[in-house]
């Protein structure tokens, strides 16, 4: 029959064992605190676990230079982005795989670094590895005392964005792409415009012209009918400079001259050029404009541009079917 301990369950085996397991683990940290050697082996064993940790990571690669900025040792996700193993990089520096110009700046870092100004530094550069074929990569590098020498040796972390940079060079390409149909289709407007803007007094100029003429031509010449289409072909002409010169303001990106406009009197005068641009029209128009309208600020040809507009495109979707246009000016509501 097996004895209990007192107020317990368990053997008493059971609790001996437990007694021996504490009175081994309570020498094992006196060894290692009585004997320093001991101790240091610990430590070097967890650095040396860490540091291969580090060395065996899949996400960067890591590498480490001498004072002639040769690898030393590099890790074997280094070695696969490169596609060099770690014998062959011995024999080379990380400015034997970059690419020119990244070179010489990389090549200035590492200077900086041994005269001691520089303790680490960044860079977004481009490797070439060992099948020619270029990568990016994100690296870090931090300048790191060498115990025995002394000096800073560099120790770097390489990350590899190709895919990403990739990704960002496709993305700016459809950009700048779509950017320049943007383009091509404002200009494709543009062009429409300023062909309309032009056409209209241009084809006005020329109407008076053959007019003007006819007037001519006759056995006895109207002189005074010559003089009118002269006068409306003087008009057009001032109106195409005016044209002109608007366009010419916005390429340039000038503000447009803003004056005191009397719009009812803009209004007739562009009522006047649409009724010789379209007498043969059956067109009415019809006016109801306030006569204590006050003056506006603006641009005198662009709302000139703007209401000839309106009263063309108002005439053009009534297909030359008797109809009558209605214009007017808003009179301020009673208080």
Known sequence: MKR??????????VRRRTTAALTRRKASKTTHRDDPSAAVQMELRTSEERWRSLLNNPIFGVTFLDENQRFITTSRTFQSMVGYSDEELRHLTPLDISVPGER????DFFSQMRRGERQHY???KRLRCKNGKLIWIHLYVFAITDRKSGTQLPFGIAFDITEKK???????????????VARMNQMVAMTGSIAHEIKQPIAAIVANANAGLRWLERTNPDVDEARAVLQAIVRDGHRVDGVIN?????????????????LNKLIRE????????????????HTDLDENLPLVPGDRVQLQQVIFNLITNAIDAMERLPSAVCLWTPRPAAK
Do not use: C, Y
């Open 122 to 124: 960044e860079m977004i």
């Open 246 to 262: 608007g366009i010419r303001t916005v390429f340039k990106g000038n503000a447009a001259a803003r004056v005191s406009v009397d």
């Open 104 to 107: 010489e700046i990389n090549e």
């Open 166 to 180: 990739q990704a960002q060079d496709a993305l700016l390409e459809t950009r700048t792409e779509l950017a320049r």
């Open 4 to 13: 209990r301990s007192r107020g317990g369950s368990g053997p008493v085996k």
């Open 270 to 285: 562009v009522l006047a050029f649409a009724h010789g641009e379209h007498q043969t029209w059956p067109i009415e128009v």
